[in-house]
C-alpha cells in the first residue's frame, strides 16, 4: 500500500511540475494541461512496460549461477535463501558443477539428514533430473521442494541476487558522476560563457522560462571550466 501511494505522489508531482513548465512555456493552460497529462501518461507507460519485462537475459541469470557454483558455498546458501524468500535454515545448497545434475541420491540424502526439520528446499546451480523431482514430491517429514537452474533462472532474471541492482546503480552513478566531471573539458568555457549569456538574453526578451534553465546550466559549466583551469 505505500508502495502505491509513493508512486501516486511521485506522478501527482510530476504532473504538477510539467504543468507549471509548460504553462511557462507556452502560456496557455489548455496546453500545458495536455502537455503535462500525455508527458506523464508516457512516463507511467514506460514504467510499467519496462517493470513487466525480465530484468536479466536468460545467459546473465546462468553467469550469476555459474559464479555461485564457483564461489563460497556460505555465501552461495544465503544468497539462493534469499531469492526463494525461505529460511536458510529450511535451505539445503548442494554445491554442484552447473553440468552436473540433481538425482534422487542427492535428494534423498539431503532429506534423511535434515527429517527435523518442518520443510526443505533443496538448492543448486544445476538442473535436477525428472526421477528426482519425481522422487522429491514423494517424501514427507519433511516435504521437499527443489529449487534447481530451472526454478532460480527465472527467480534471477526477474529480481537477480541482492546487491546486483545497487551495483548497477553505482555504476550508473559513476558514469553520470564522470560525465559531469569532463563535461567542463569538453567544451571551451569562453563558449560556454557566451552561449549562457545568449540564453540569458533570450529569456529577458521572451519571458521563456526553457530559456532561463538552459542559460543556468551553460553558466554553471562555465564556471565549472574556470574552477577546473584556476
Known amino acids: ?3 502505491w501511494i ?3 505522489v511521485l506522478v501527482t508531482l510530476t504532473t504538477v511540475g510539467l504543468y507549471i513548465l509548460f504553462l511557462q512555456a507556452f502560456g496557455s493552460v489548455y496546453a500545458a494541461a495536455g502537455l503535462s497529462f500525455a508527458c506523464t501518461l508516457m512516463i507511467v507507460r514506460r514504467r510499467s512496460h519496462r517493470g513487466a519485462r525480465y530484468l536479466l537475459t536468460r545467459m546473465q ?3 550469476i549461477l555459474q559464479k555461485l557454483a564457483y564461489g563460497d558455498d556460505g555465501e552461495a546458501h544465503s544468497r539462493i535463501a534469499r531469492l526463494t524468500g525461505c529460511s536458510e535454515e529450511e535451505l539445503v545448497y548442494l554445491a554442484k558443477h552447473p553440468t552436473a ?3 534422487m541420491s542427492d535428494v534423498f540424502g539431503a532429506w534423511k539428514s535434515n527429517r527435523d526439520k518442518p520443510r526443505l528446499i533443496i538448492a543448486s546451480p544445476c538442473y535436477a533430473d525428472s526421477r528426482a523431482r519425481a522422487f522429491a514430491k514423494t517424501l514427507r517429514e519433511p516435504s521437499v521442494e527443489i529449487a534447481d537452474a530451472a526454478r532460480l533462472i527465472p527467480q534471477l532474471r526477474k529480481h537477480g541476487l541482492d546487491g546486483l541492482q545497487s551495483d548497477r546503480l553505482s555504476a550508473r552513478l559513476s558514469r553520470m558522476k564522470k560525465f559531469f566531471s569532463d563535461a ?3 567544451r571551451p568555457w ?4 557566451l552561449t ?3 540564453l ?3 529569456y529577458l526578451i521572451s519571458g521563456n522560462i526553457l530559456y532561463l534553465i538552459a542559460s543556468m546550466v551553460m553558466l554553471l559549466l562555465a564556471g565549472a571550466g574556470i574552477r577546473s583551469q584556476a
Open 200 to 202: 540569458l538574453f533570450l
Open 1 to 3: 500500500m505505500g508502495k
Open 61 to 63: 541469470a546462468e553467469t
Open 196 to 198: 549562457g549569456l545568449f
Open 190 to 193: 569562453p563558449k560556454n560563457l
Open 6 to 8: 509513493d508512486r501516486a
Open 184 to 186: 567542463p573539458s569538453r
Open 101 to 103: 545434475s540433481v538425482g
